[in-house]
């Protein structure tokens, strides 16, 4: 009768362990799906880290281009001594765009500060992660120790009966170590909660930072407009400063023409006058001898 209820214990104790091993299995295929969830996110978040050096490099040629366009502006001013006033109208606006510029530039290194204490932060989520599958690993060994010592134990009960308290007393200990596993497993639950909740405010984090990317290249844009009007009305000056030096050629050409003219007028009226005193002459001298 006694080895009948030891036997019937030892069923209770084995369905017991198949209940156990059938949630474990579960638990399992839960922290794989997290596990995807979570590579899926770090993925988006190499992608805008890709994002976010691409329009460092943008900015970078951009500043480059608006230095071109400080060196050009300089060379004009040396060529437009007429057109000052309003040139260095335009230079204090190019210098408050440049500005702007350094402010988002300086902006954006601080962007890719917090990416990187992001990335940190991922790569310390993963090795926990990797921990936590290592425990379950050895928890998952245990209980199959456990099951084959189970099974050794009903094979041979006829000849271990002597041994039946001790082991009692290993199911005991087991048992203790069964309900200190689940606290454990209960706490790495508790910590897998507040990392996902700690990978949503990244997230959101994530989000408006893409925003506050998103106003920068609007603010980039209206430079690039206000640089295309600033040309414009460079153009015009030049264009300007063209018209006045070809209305200059054109009067030099005509102060030329009307010089040209008046020295001929004068050659003109000098010979005129030798003309009329050669005929003054010839009227005297005909009156002196009509006389």
């Given amino acids: ?163 039946f308290r001790k082991l009692e007393s290993a199911l005991r200990a087991a048992k203790t170590e069964e309900f200190s596993l689940n606290k454990e497993k209960q706490d790495l639950k508790l910590k897998l909660k507040e990392l996902i909740l700690e990978t949503n405010k990244l997230k959101d984090d994530l989000c408006g930072k893409m925003k506050e990317n998103n106003k920068q290249q609007e603010e980039i844009i209206n430079l690039r407009q206000e640089n295309g009007c600033l040309r414009n009305e460079l153009a015009v000056i030049v264009e300007k400063a063209k018209r006045k030096d070809q209305l200059l050629q054109f009067a030099k050409s005509k102060q030329a023409r009307t010089d040209t003219e008046l020295s001929s007028l004068r050659q003109i009226y000098i010979k005129q006058q030798r003309d009329l005193q050669f005929l003054h002459v010839n009227l005297e001298s005909s009156q002196e001898l009509r006389q």
Avoid: P
């Avoid at 500060?113 to 989520?125: A, D, P, Y």
């Fill in 1 to 163: 009768s006694t080895i009948q209820k030891q036997r019937q214990e030892l069923q209770l104790l084995i369905a017991e362990l198949k209940d156990r091993d059938k949630e474990l299995n579960d638990m399992v295929a839960v922290h794989q799906r997290e596990l995807l969830a979570w590579e899926d996110d770090r993925q988006k978040r190499l992608t805008l880290a890709e994002r976010c050096n691409l329009l460092s490099n943008e900015l970078n040629k951009r500043n480059e281009i608006i230095k071109s366009l400080t060196k050009r502006l300089k060379f004009l001013e040396s060529q437009q001594n007429d057109s000052r006033a309003t040139f260095e109208y335009t230079q204090q606006k190019f210098k408050e765009l440049s500005q702007k510029v350094t402010g988002a530039t300086v902006h954006c290194q601080a962007l890719e500060e917090k990416n990187r204490s992001l990335h940190c932060s991922v790569l310390e989520l993963s090795a926990k992660t990797g921990q936590l599958q290592a425990r379950e690993q050895e928890l998952l060994t245990m209980l199959k120790l456990k099951d084959e010592v189970i099974l050794e134990t009903t094979d041979h009960i006829t000849e271990f009966t002597s041994k």
